[in-house]
């Protein structure tokens, strides 16, 4: 895939339409068996083809139906298939494989991969390459496919993934200990880095957003189990049933300043507060570390839109994932009778509260694979749109927010389809800023997108 900032992610050749995983996970021990069916078209005619996985041990594969050879090269599987491939042929790759799935430390520093959690269970986190960890599959998110994922786990535990949950069955396993298994299907293209399964004693509920999306969240005991005493256990959970009886209200916003949900569902998984050390907008199902407070949901939730449906194009382009969620935060505050989102960065401008480190690099170009997440990318990200709102107009502005994720639907987008679709939008505008307009625009990239330093002027 050649991506600037992990080249080694993902693998050109092909293109997957779909990941059929099954699941087997042994919460005492640690250990996973899972099967991955992988549906994929191939790009050009191909000998071998390589998959990411990290970490667990390929048992069997076949493409196809027939046997294929195969061995691992660091984190990455490498696939003959006994007969070549031709270019634009569709293929069915299944890989068996097992082992204890690891967690993986980023560049910088932030765990992912395989979670083991405070009540026993793990939860896995993907962002940016986290998901080989726990199956076999093209980990780049330019490739996105759609899921079915089938977790058996023991009776009594729950297994949360992304999307719908098809069925649940109970089966005796060969010791003879009851299991079940949850079937969940994602119809929509995801991301791999998206998808995530949460294994443990869940508390869950469904309802209904305001337009009938179907709510589907899930609170770890161990949020209930964190106080001291049993009583404050009980809060735990209703204080996350509390903050998760928010998610219709925020949609209903969010729907208005975006347009259409992109997803079938949504919900929330809840993990212990020490389980991992971020959120993550897992598609239909942000991950929250703990209780999540009203402006981390307005958060994650504002990522299905922007970075789940429309998602980058490489790793280069997070301030894209960032700077709209981050952006979304100022806006819910702004029509919420808080500070206007001009309040905000008139705020970070002038060097008060989250201005850390915001002038440290262009959104655009982080310095390395380290400083994807730092704050430029989701701070002056934000303040690249407010410099876009204010040359456009709020009117463009608003047609912008919604006509960017209704444009790119379930696709990818890079900075430079970015600066293309807000100047075609500017000049469709016509009228009273006439020629200036490109030009102020192009301020804004050169000076708050791409350049060093603090812009001079605010
Ligand atoms: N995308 C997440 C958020 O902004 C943050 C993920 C951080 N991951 C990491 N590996 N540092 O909500
Ligand atoms: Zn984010």
């Known amino acids: 895939m050649g991506d600037p900032y992990f080249p080694k992610l993902g693998n050109g050749g092909y293109d997957v339409s779909h990941y059929g995983l099954t699941l087997d996970y042994e919460p005492d021990s640690g250990r996973l068996k899972g099967e991955a069916v992988i549906t994929a078209r191939a790009t050009q005619e191909l000998s071998a083809f390589h998959l990411d996985l990290a970490g667990l041990k390929p048992d069997k594969v076949t493409v196809g139906g027939k046997g294929a050879r195969f061995n691992t090269v660091g984190r990455e599987l490498v696939v003959r298939p006994p007969d070549d491939l031709d270019k634009g042929e569709t ?64 009776k009594g535990l729950k297994a949360v993934s992304n999307g719908e949950l098809k069925g649940t069955r109970e089966t005796k396993s060969g010791g003879g200990g009851r299991r079940t298994t949850f079937r969940w299907h994602s119809a929509e293209p995801m991301a791999s880095y998206l998808a995530t399964v949460a294994i443990g004693p869940y508390e869950t509920k469904t309802w209904k957003t305001k337009s009938g999306l179907p709510i ?93 449906s429309v998602s980058p194009k490489t790793w280069q382009d997070m301030w894209l994932n960032e700077g709209f969620a981050t952006y979304a935060e100022w806006l819910w505050a702004e029509d919420r009778g808080g500070d206007s989102a ?29 400083r994807v997440f730092d704050t430029p990318v989701y701070v002056r990200g934000a303040m690249v749109l407010h410099k876009v709102r204010q040359v456009v107009g709020d009117d463009a502005f608003f047609r912008i927010l919604r006509g960017w994720p209704s444009t790119y639907r379930h696709a990818n987008a890079d900075t430079d389809d970015f600066i293309a679709y807000v100047e075609k939008q500017a000049g469709d505008k016509g009228g009273d800023k006439g020629g200036d307009e490109g030009g102020d625009l192009d301020a804004v990239w050169d000076a708050w997108l791409r350049g060093e330093g603090k812009p001079k002027q605010p």
């Open 91 to 154: 293929f069915r790759t299944t890989v068996r494989y097992s082992g204890t799935p690891q967690t993986i430390t980023d560049p910088d520093g932030s765990e992912e991969g395989w979670l083991r959690t405070a009540d026993g269970g793990a939860v896995a986190l993907g962002e940016p390459t986290g998901s080989m960890a726990w199956f076999p599959g093209n980990h780049h998110p330019s490739d996105k496919a759609a899921y079915d994922i089938e977790v058996t786990v023991p």
């Open 216 to 308: 589907y969240t899930a609170v770890s005991v161990s949020e209930a189990a964190e106080g001291t005493e049993g009583t404050e256990g009980t809060e735990g959970t209703e204080d996350s049933a509390g903050a998760l009886a928010q998610i219709p209200d925020i949609i209903a916003w969010q729907e208005r300043r975006f347009g259409p949900y992109p997803f079938s569902s949504v919900g929330a998984i809840v993990v212990g507060e020490d389980d991992a050390g971020y959120a993550l907008e897992t598609q239909t199902k942000p991950v929250f570390p703990g209780v999540p407070d009203t402006e981390l949901m307005v958060h994650e939730f504002a990522h299905q839109w922007f970075g789940n």
């Open 342 to 370: 001009q309040e905000t960065f008139d705020a970070v401008y002038a060097g008060g509260e989250g201005s850390g480190g915001v002038w440290a690099f262009p959104p655009a170009k982080p310095p390395g694979p380290d």
